[in-house]
């Protein structure tokens, strides 16, 4: 392509975008907006997958020994518990810390314990934590079966509707995404059609005098490219000072929130904006360009 056809390309973005400014800030507008409530969203349906990959590998065994096993059976258990490959972390709690963590657990009403005296009804046991949730039920029935242990608990009740909450949330948010996508390719490539539309003689013209449609074309390409760029940029600024908002205020009710950090990730989701804007701003000028060049 000559330097001087660009230069007319680049001219007649800008006069194009100067002479419909009313419809300029209007297209711009409904791009900012479009992407800024899908990168809310794409925020709202990470952070909930977090969470929920947070609370699945939280899910743990609690494995109780047999009180007449010895130090040496013991030992034997932990061994066949670290040769399991579903198995990351293994933590021995004696049954004096057991209690010391009831008691704690407990903490007014501790004097429950009175009636025991100086006996102790808790068994040795360990905290079994696995490499993937999936594997916890295969796993806590494997180790029950090991001698030695009495009993191999994971709140199975607990656990299969954590599972079933998580797989909802990761399928609410993926179909989530995919709608307000879907609207928001929508609304951009008609709000451009309006902006072709209204310079429909103008493309007739050009299109008599011997243009061809790539020449027609490439100008409004272009300011589609320009327009998601603006839109894209300026949702992502908005979205930036949203989620730090949102992250200071969760913090401060919720230290241990596990939010996505907010470097690099805000990063990568306003350059995703962008991108996305500048993409669309290019399927919406070239759908909305094809009925106009039917002449």
Same mark, same amino acid.
């Given at each position: 392509?000559k330097?001087r056809?660009?230069?007319y390309?680049?001219?007649?973005?800008?006069?194009?975008?100067i002479r419909?400014?009313w419809?300029t800030?209007?297209?711009?507008?409904?791009?900012?907006?479009?992407l800024f409530?899908?990168?809310?969203?794409m925020?709202i349906?990470?952070?909930?997958?977090?969470?929920?990959s947070?609370?699945e590998?939280?899910?743990?065994?609690?494995v109780?020994?047999?009180?007449?096993?010895?130090?040496?059976?013991?030992?034997?258990?932990?061994?066949?518990?670290?040769?399991?490959?579903?198995?990351?972390?293994?933590?021995?709690?004696p049954r004096e810390?057991?209690?010391?963590?009831l008691?704690e657990?407990?903490?007014d009403?501790?004097?429950?314990?009175?009636?025991?005296?100086?006996?102790?009804?808790?068994?040795?046991?360990?905290?079994?934590?696995?490499?993937?949730?999936?594997?916890v039920e295969?796993?806590?029935?494997?180790i029950?079966?090991?001698?030695?242990?009495?009993?191999a608990?994971?709140?199975q009740?607990?656990a299969?509707?954590?599972?079933?909450?998580?797989?909802?949330?990761r399928?609410?948010?993926?179909?989530?995404?995919?709608?307000?996508? &879907?609207a928001?390719?929508?609304? =951009?490539?008609n !709000? +451009?059609?309006?902006?072709v @539309?209204?310079?429909r003689?103008?493309?007739?013209i050009?299109?008599?005098?011997g243009?061809?449609?790539?020449f027609?074309?490439?100008p409004?390409?272009?300011e589609?490219?320009?327009?998601?760029?603006?839109?894209?940029?300026l949702?992502?600024?908005?979205?930036?000072?949203?989620?730090?908002?949102?992250a200071?205020?969760?913090?401060?009710t919720?230290?241990?929130?596990?939010?996505?950090?907010?470097?690099?990730?805000?990063?990568?989701v306003?350059?995703?904006?962008?991108?996305? &804007?500048m993409i669309i701003?290019t =399927?919406?000028s !070239? +759908?909305s360009l094809?009925? @106009?060049?039917e002449?």
């Amino acid at each position: 392509m000559k330097i001087r056809t660009t230069e007319y390309f680049v001219r007649e973005v800008i006069i194009s975008m100067i002479r419909n400014r009313w419809m300029t800030f209007a297209s711009i507008g409904t791009v900012a907006v479009s992407l800024f409530v899908l990168g809310v969203f794409m925020l709202i349906v990470m952070n909930l997958t977090r969470l929920a990959s947070e609370l699945e590998s939280q899910v743990q065994i609690t494995v109780y020994l047999n009180d007449a096993l010895n130090d040496e059976g013991r030992n034997e258990v932990e061994q066949m518990m670290k040769d399991m490959n579903s198995i990351a972390k293994i933590e021995y709690i004696p049954r004096e810390q057991a209690l010391q963590k009831l008691e704690e657990r407990l903490g007014d009403q501790r004097y429950i314990l009175d009636a025991l005296g100086d006996s102790n009804p808790l068994p040795n046991s360990y905290i079994v934590t696995v490499k993937k949730p999936e594997q916890v039920e295969s796993t806590a029935v494997a180790i029950a079966d090991l001698y030695g242990v009495d009993e191999a608990k994971y709140g199975q009740d607990v656990a299969t509707h954590l599972f079933d909450m998580t797989r909802l949330v990761r399928m609410f948010g993926f179909l989530l995404m995919v709608l307000l996508t &879907g609207a928001t390719i929508f609304i =951009i490539s008609n !709000t +451009i059609r309006l902006t072709v @539309f209204a310079r429909r003689k103008e493309i007739a013209i050009m299109k008599y005098v011997g243009a061809t449609d790539w020449f027609i074309r490439i100008p409004f390409i272009l300011e589609g490219i320009a327009l998601g760029f603006i839109g894209g940029g300026l949702s992502a600024i908005a979205l930036r000072s949203f989620y730090s908002a949102m992250a200071a205020k969760i913090y401060s009710t919720l230290t241990f929130f596990p939010l996505m950090p907010q470097y690099p990730f805000i990063n990568y989701v306003t350059t995703i904006l962008i991108v996305a &804007g500048m993409i669309i701003g290019t =399927i919406g000028s !070239t +759908i909305s360009l094809k009925r @106009f060049l039917e002449v």
